[in-house]
């Protein structure tokens, strides 16, 4: 079992920053890649970024050039900085991690959502 832990959300006025954080906790798992979804009310859950053990990134283009997502292996955390906020950018965001556990099963879990909200 993983658990992953959020923190970092709140409000901001457009053009200002926040940066969230996840830290994933648990035993007899190997975290693969984690990253971050959102989910703005009324509409699916889409990925913001997400990066591999390895420091391979992918991000959606809406945040390309805005966020930037890094990871700290040691520590089983990632981070994520957004920065340029829009209103747009108004979501739950819900964290995750691809895990195999030590007999090679395949699992992924999430954190229970930060709210980050944009507004003047």
């Known amino acids: 079992q993983v658990q992953l832990v959020e923190s970092g959300g709140g409000s901001v006025q457009p053009g200002g920053s926040l940066r969230l954080s996840c830290a994933a906790s648990g035993s007899h798992f190997s975290i693969y890649a984690m990253g971050w979804y959102r989910q703005a009310p009324g509409k699916q859950r889409d990925l913001v970024a997400s990066?591999?053990?390895?420091?391979?990134?992918r991000y959606a283009d809406s945040v390309k050039g805005r966020f930037t997502i890094s990871r700290d292996n040691a520590e089983n955390t990632v981070y994520l900085e957004m920065n340029s906020l829009k209103s747009e950018d108004t979501a739950v965001y819900f964290c995750y991690a691809n895990c195999v556990s030590s007999i090679g099963s395949f699992y992924v879990y999430w954190g229970q959502g930060t709210q980050v909200t944009v507004s003047s």
């Open positions: 990066i591999t053990s390895d420091g391979s990134t």
